[in-house]
């Protein structure tokens, strides 16, 4: 009998400061404007080049698909759902505040509601 595939877990989103999380938010806007070769992208984001490739691989390990082609890097999805994937720095909630964010159906609470889960065992 042939054995099941594993599936393997997400792995954890890395956590960010909150000007790192700018910094990534506004480069997917430059990418979103177009093909760019990496020398324009560091010198807008005034970045050295071991920045560059770091941001670079975060983006990718959110999901985010950033091709080189042809000299230039290339967002190969739109905007807004890349956007969307950026990790966000974690807000120092408190047990109570998150209590409060977890009530709801969206995706969010429910995401919240896990982790309460985690902390709080009923």
Do not use: C, H
């Not at 990496?38 to 390990?61: N, Q, T, V």
Request: aromatic letters at 4%; a positive charge; hydrophobic letters at 40%.
């Amino acid at each position: 009998m042939a054995k099941k595939p594993r599936s393997r877990p997400n792995p954890a989103p890395k956590t960010v400061t909150a000007e790192r999380a700018a910094r990534l938010y506004r480069l997917v806007r430059l990418l979103g404007a177009g093909a760019q070769p990496r020398e324009r992208l560091m010198r807008r984001m005034r970045l050295d080049i071991r920045s560059f490739y770091r941001d670079l691989e975060l983006l990718r390990a959110a999901g985010i698909a950033v091709w080189l082609q042809e000299g230039n890097y290339v967002l190969e999805e739109e905007v807004g759902a890349a956007l969307a994937r950026l990790p966000f720095p974690d807000p120092r909630l408190t047990l109570g505040e998150a209590q409060e964010l977890a009530k709801g159906r969206g995706r969010a609470q429910q995401k919240i509601k896990k982790q309460l889960g985690k902390i709080i065992r009923k």
